[in-house]
């Protein structure tokens, strides 16, 4: 079984990144993490609900260095969410530079290019008429590059390419965990050991790679531009490094298409 289910392996496996806590003190402003105050380009205003004008929500930044090795989808980007209006749930956005267009209560400003010097810490807005209002405790996070491979719901596609009857075991983490210790053992006799063993369930704080739906079925956004699946830009699972909460064990997923930078989709799962 393990030995079919290795063939299938190479073909379907992404790069991801797992963000975790840093016990590091000495990180700049520009650094990825969740909460706190967000950097932007100097100049840039924070950005607002287009209903009713209240200041969104910082909910985290990502700077290309958290990618290690991996190539970046963008230099610089930073999520913003509204819980003010209801909390809606946006489902498609685009994004110019500095002017984060999105949806009435997210926005993403994303930069293709940009260099560090030229961000800078926004200022607290004034949100004297919200007390309910809050900057999320800051957290500084370090990245760990690893494996992410699909299961059944969170891949579609997974049935064209992995023969049926492999398809009931392939839904066992057991499997895979015995996969992933094949691989890494076949990749250690070439000289070519990944850093760290594949973890394969997209769980997590995680930079691309496969999302894990955490209670349903696949609900990655559409491209309205090439009509293609967009790609994980960002998972937000309940964490202890994030204190921005979308329910009672609620998941975030962020997407972008990479041919059509200008889209990105946004779309919740929880119990």
Not at 54 to 63: M, S
Not at 170 to 182: F, G, P, S
């Amino acid at each position: 079984m393990i030995t079919e289910l290795r063939k299938h392996f190479d073909h379907l496996r992404r790069d991801r990144v797992r963000l975790v806590e840093s016990d590091r003190r000495d990180l700049s402003s520009v650094h990825t993490k969740f909460g706190g105050l967000p950097a932007a380009r100097a100049g840039v205003r924070w950005p607002v609900c287009k209903r009713c004008e209240t200041p969104l929500q910082f909910v985290a930044q990502v700077h290309a260095t958290s990618y290690v090795h991996l190539a970046a989808p963008f230099a610089f980007f930073g999520f913003y969410y509204g819980w003010c209006c209801g909390g809606l749930t946006a489902r498609q956005a685009t994004f110019l530079d500095d002017e984060g267009y999105g949806n009435d209560a997210w926005q993403v400003h994303a930069y293709e290019s940009i260099s560090a010097s030229e961000l800078v810490v926004l200022e607290k807005p004034d949100v004297s008429t919200r007390p309910d209002w809050e900057i999320f405790e800051e957290c500084y996070v370090t990245s760990i590059c690893e494996t992410s491979l699909p299961d059944a719901v969170a891949f579609q596609g997974l049935p064209e390419v992995v023969p049926s009857e492999l398809l009931e075991s392939w839904q066992y983490t057991k499997h895979l965990d015995e996969l992933a210790l094949d691989y890494c053992r076949s990749a250690r006799s070439v000289g070519a050991a990944p850093t760290v063993s594949p973890h394969l369930r997209n769980r997590g704080l995680v930079l691309g790679g496969y999302p894990h739906w955490c209670n349903g079925g696949d609900k990655t956004t559409i491209c309205p531009d090439c009509e293609r699946p967009m790609d994980l830009l960002l998972q937000v699972s309940p964490d202890a490094c994030v204190s921005a909460s979308w329910g009672d064990v609620w998941t975030a997923y962020l997407f972008n298409c990479p041919d059509h930078k200008l889209q990105f989709g946004l779309v919740f799962q929880g119990t």
